[in-house]
């Protein structure tokens, strides 16, 4: 039991309890993921069979690196254990149970936020109340809050949204938003949760098949699971209760996507018999920077007290500085990284971390100043990237080419073929109330159109050719794919021009190698056998690619950190209304601190400055209380990030009538102030309510 050898006593204590209930409480750094891997060798050990380990985390990253340490370990002879996450379950259970589909059967399709946007735009576009009252963005968010809340859109009495929005016509929108993606067959990722519970909840026979089958459960990020998460973890619990959950309160940072941590604070609430153990020594920070980050966290009053201790020595003190402005500070922060760069780190060791995208700009220019090479974390993954979206567009009407919005997507990304000829196909689609397919297939084209008429049917042939193709020989497919669309060959093309730049000469051929790579993946796929389009589709709108790591220092949100670790951590904007932001200044906001206290292994930098940009302007800025409450700064008066607020403020009171260009006309209802700034808290007539700089308003009569 080699694997036994390196784990400290509460790590051993964890891996050692096999059966019953199991709540670890790992703080930052203290070896989760080898306790997670541990503990199920020792499962594979004492005789369980690997098919019966569930292991459910929250990123493909954490999975794939749990999946291959177990592939590694040679406790595995033939089946795995399950490892992924929530998403990827959902996906295997809903296929191999589309039988129970409500309106959909096993054909369906994954979609990604740009379809969802898409359609919620359709549905919008239907009844100006729907426009005059939502966003598209709004509307998406709401039904992902509703969903991630397990809240379905036939019940009704359970949906509970900001008063600022009129709630009978948002029943009204999720409910059309569903019946769309029914009648089209689709399913977007909020859904292969929520569907797999309401499939779960409604058939006790199924229920007690997957109980148990996967005798053992374990759970990774247990405080960033959502409420229809958690009750779809209780089903799969029916017939036992194995379950062995590793997390950590103090990082719960995604409420705002749904994750409630009281799932962890009330866990032996729900389940008897609870053994708790905490995994409290961190062998990733230093100890000053621990003892900082504990200071800071205790603050917080909803946690579980865990003490955590360094297991390194206390290395070097806190930087924390005011600088003059926030241009000082990234000039500041750029020297010192060429400094460090010099001395042998490598830039990949290397972290800026702020709470809003908007702090990179200075310290991005900073860097280009001094020749720093930077990577900006958080950019779209190769499924994402416009040109793979033209080749999944296709994909996706090859695989149901009667999906009407498909097509029109690639009816837009079609040589030959204007916005005239596709409003014109879409009419004529409406008023035969067919598909757009049938539509082109059925109409003589040339009636309609002159000299179009060619591009469309040349378009249906290549998509009936490739439909064939695709039920005959998928060994064949990617290459005829290129030979028909020329997705590659368009962009060859481009290169091979004599007049051009050097900045689109990178840009297009990093397009083509993305499209090389993708093309790759599909044919791979296709010759192992491992299933038809759908299912390539599906895995790639799961999955993502993960970005490989590259030399260079790491630009990225507070957020997007969770779970990394660097040796050197800067960052920026450590002032009041920034950490903690303005509009979240609560325990989670506290919480985000300390994640990014605690990703720094040697060298922790706080930055702030006097005067910072809000809203195009320069004004005065404190430092953040968190300083305060970390005692690395004393004040008699520690600032709260909290407006004064009044009744009146300049010539602004409650009550008053203002104008905003794009929001229209709103009352007044609160008033405060930030430095010398005043900030005017407005319900809008449309139903938006929005805290704005008083400059941005006019005054009007009521």
């Known amino acids: 039991m080699e694997y036994l050898k390196n784990l400290n006593d509460q790590q051993l204590k964890a891996v050692q309890k096999i059966e019953g209930t199991v709540l670890v409480f790992a703080g930052a750094g203290t070896g989760k993921t080898k306790t997670l891997v541990s503990r199920v060798f020792n499962l594979l050990e004492h005789g369980v069979p690997p098919e019966n380990i569930l292991l459910m985390t929250f990123t493909n990253k954490a999975s794939n690196e749990m999946l291959q340490r177990i592939e590694e370990s040679g406790y595995i002879n033939g089946k795995l254990p399950f490892v992924g996450t929530f998403h990827k379950f959902g996906n295997i259970f809903l296929s191999r149970n589309h039988h129970l589909l409500e309106g959909r059967d096993g054909n369906f399709r994954i979609i990604d936020y740009s379809e969802v946007k898409s359609i919620v735009k359709w549905i919008l576009d239907e009844d100006e109340k729907y426009r005059k009252n939502f966003s598209s963005d709004e509307v998406i968010k709401l039904i992902s809050k509703m969903k991630n809340s397990n809240v379905q859109s036939h019940e009704i009495e359970k949906i509970i949204i900001p008063m600022v929005y009129d709630r009978d016509i948002f029943v009204k929108l999720y409910q059309r938003y569903d019946a769309e993606m029914i009648e089209r067959n689709l399913i977007d990722l909020d859904d292969l949760q929520i569907l797999t519970y309401k499939i779960l909840k409604d058939n006790k026979e199924l229920r007690d098949k997957y109980s148990n089958y996967y005798k053992y459960i374990m759970i990774d990020e247990f405080q960033d699971t959502n409420k229809v998460q958690y009750e779809m973890l ?64 205790s603050h917080n009053k909803l946690r579980i007290e865990k003490n955590i201790i360094s297991a390194r020595e206390s290395g070097e003190d806190i930087f924390h500085f005011q600088f003059d402005d926030d241009i000082a500070e990234a000039k500041f922060v750029a020297k010192e990284i060429e400094k460090l760069i010099k001395n042998g ?201 993960d970005e490989d790591r590259i030399q260079a220092v790491n630009l990225l949100t507070i957020h ?130 929005k805290t704005l700089i008083s400059t941005v308003l006019q005054k009007v009569n009521s």
């Open 234 to 297: 209780k089903l799969l619990l029916e017939t036992h209760s194995n379950l062995f959950v590793v997390g950590d309160d103090d990082q719960s940072i995604y409420g705002w996507r749904g994750a409630e941590v009281t799932n962890i604070l009330n866990f032996d609430k729900d389940f008897k018999d609870v053994t708790k153990i905490v995994l409290n020594k961190n062998y990733r920070s230093t100890k000053n920077i621990i003892e900082v980050a504990n200071t800071l966290i």
């Open 345 to 545: 780190e490598g830039p990949e060791d290397i972290a800026i971390l702020y709470r809003m995208n908007s702090l990179s700009f200075h310290v991005e220019n900073a860097l280009l100043e001094r020749d720093i090479k930077y990577e900006i974390k958080g950019k779209k993954s190769l499924y994402m990237r416009n040109e793979i979206r033209e080749v999944i567009n296709i994909l996706n009407l090859i695989s149901n080419p009667f999906d009407d919005l498909v097509f029109l997507s690639v009816l837009k990304q079609t040589n030959g073929i204007g916005e005239q000829t596709i409003a014109i196909v879409n009419q004529l689609a409406k008023d035969e109330m067919t598909s757009i397919y049938e539509t082109l297939k059925s109409e003589n084209l040339s009636f309609h159109f002159k000299t179009r008429a060619r591009y469309l049917k040349t378009l249906v042939e290549k998509i009936e050719l490739m439909i064939d193709l695709s039920k005959n020989d998928l060994d064949k497919f990617t290459e005829e794919f290129e030979c028909q669309f020329e997705i590659k060959n368009k962009i060859e093309k481009y290169l091979k021009k004599e007049k051009i730049s050097k900045e689109n000469k990178d840009k297009f051929e990093t397009k083509l190698g993305n499209i090389n790579d993708f093309y790759d993946l599909m044919h791979r796929f296709f010759a192992t056998n491992r299933g038809e389009i759908r299912a390539f589709i599906n895995m790639y709108a799961i999955n993502g690619e």
């Open 560 to 689: 997007l950190s969770k779970g990394l670790e660097f040796k050197h951590v800067f960052i920026l904007g450590v002032n009041q209304g920034f950490l903690p932001s303005f509009a979240s200044d609560n325990e989670e906001e506290r919480r985000l601190a300390y994640v990014a206290f605690t990703r720094a292994k040697d060298k922790l930098y706080l930055i702030y400055s006097k005067q910072r940009t809000i809203y195009g302007r320069r004004q005065d800025s404190k430092p953040s209380r968190y300083l305060h409450e970390a005692e690395l700064i004393h004040s008699a008066r520690i600032e709260q990030n909290r407006h004064k607020t009044a009744e009146s403020e300049g010539e602004f009171s409650v009550g008053n009538y203002v104008k905003h260009n794009k929001f229209g006309n709103g009352e007044v209802k609160h008033i405060s102030k930030q430095g010398r700034e005043i900030f005017l808290d407005v319900a809008f007539e449309n139903k938006v309510r």
